[in-house]
């Protein structure tokens, strides 16, 4: 079956850290870029960072550059997520998400449950 | 880059169509071929529906038809069913060194 399923979310302090990690399965996953997008409760859709096949290369939203880290690990089927300094604001559903075309970013085919990050 | 604009809202009835619209600017959907849209049912996650500004991914009903013109990309829905009523975001590739931006989203209520 093809999937991906997130795992790490939690309530964390403002200042705090968290790791998200997603698991892929189903399909060759070191084919393909991957990426998170975030959605903030009641609100819309957030690109957050990209990553490409092999661990390069990667990129950030500017609401998140220094403090989040993407990794992926080919050999566990893993995309992971690290969340640091973390702000009320990144208080979201985080989605694991396939992306798709000739360019990152050009579409994401796939998307994960998501897990919720509370920081308060 | 400022989100894409769609309206916040949107209504058609049963059987009947209605179209969505999401305006960018000459650097995002006015440059590129790459828009996408996704639909959102309430507590569940996005699913793709349009790619590459008109393609249908395998399983999305032709009843989902997306178009381009200049900087505003829209989706017009079809023979409108119950099952259509969620949210739909549009979302466009931005540049190599940027990220896509999604719009803010629209209600589209089946009535």
């Known amino acids: 079956q093809v999937e991906l399923v997130e795992s790490g979310g939690g309530l964390v302090n403002p200042g705090g850290s968290l790791r998200l990690s997603c698991a892929a399965s189903g399909f060759p996953f070191s084919g393909y870029y991957m990426s998170w997008i975030r959605q903030a409760p009641g609100k819309g859709l957030e690109y957050i960072s990209y990553i490409g096949s092999n661990g390069i290369p990667t990129n950030y939203a500017e609401s998140v550059k220094g403090r989040f880290t993407i990794s992926r690990d080919n050999a566990k089927n893993s995309l992971y997520l690290h969340l640091s300094s973390l702000k009320v604001d990144d208080t979201a559903v985080y989605y694991c998400v396939r992306d798709r075309g000739n360019v990152a970013g050009q579409f994401f085919d796939l998307w994960g449950q998501g897990t919720l990050v509370i920081v308060s | ?111």
């Open chain 2, 1 to 111: 880059q400022s989100a894409l604009t769609q309206p916040p809202s949107a209504s058609g009835s049963l059987g009947q169509s209605v179209t969505i619209s999401c305006t960018g600017t000459s650097s995002d959907i006015g440059a590129y071929n790459y828009v996408s849209w996704y639909q959102q049912h309430p507590g569940k996650a996005p699913k793709l529906i349009i790619y590459d500004v008109t393609q249908r991914p395998p399983g999305v009903p032709d009843r989902f038809f997306g178009s381009k013109s200049g900087n505003t990309a829209s989706l017009t829905v079809s023979g409108l069913q119950a099952d259509d009523e969620a949210e739909y975001y549009c979302s466009s590739y931005a540049g190599l060194s940027s990220l896509d931006i999604f719009g803010g989203g629209t209600k589209l209520t089946v009535l």
